[in-house]
């Protein structure tokens, strides 16, 4: 997964734009769901495009008709072009991790027992990275999960340049966001975002 975080903005896509190439720079993509019946042509359409090479994780929680079970797992693993997960069901870890897709787990940090419920998860699953939510948050809880083993990245409520410079000095790898203004942070130098307009 290291190498999928090489660029600091993750794209949250409900679906994958006509315009592929404003998707084009991210290291990888979070898919947020969508309808089961239509994941095959999505996935058709990322073939021999400007995402054919970008990894896609997959929220399973928000794709309608899909069991969040091991057989849910299996098709999604089955399909091919879908490199991992995203979910709040951290049991599914180690299935996902046995079907070869990465795992990463999403975390609420709504209070300070949600902190240290995650802070468990973490450390019981051993996922492939965590979002955090709202990525907000995170500036303000860093010091708890500065140890944590896996990837942190960021998610909901990052609206500016300089709000994602503050979550990535935090020692978060990247942030997600469906705000597509901040893709285009992925074309600048890691060192100057939120230092410009």
Known sequence: MASWLRKPIIPAVWEIQKDQNALAGAGM???????????????????????????LILHIDLLAGLANDEAGLRYIAGLGRIHGIITVRHHLVPTARRLGLASVVRLFLHDSRAVDRGLAIIEKCEPDAI??????????????????????????LI????????ILDTGCQAISTSNATLWRLNGIDRAAIGRCD
């Open 159 to 166: 609206r500016t340049p300089q709000q994602v410079r503050r």
């Open 131 to 156: 979002e955090l939510l709202p990525g907000v948050a995170v500036i303000e809880l860093a010091s708890q999960f500065r140890q944590v083993p896996v990837p942190r990245i960021a998610g909901g």
């Open 29 to 55: 993509i979070f898919l947020q769901g969508g309808e089961l019946a239509n994941l095959p042509k999505i996935l058709d359409s990322l073939e021999g495009g400007p995402l054919a090479r970008v990894p």
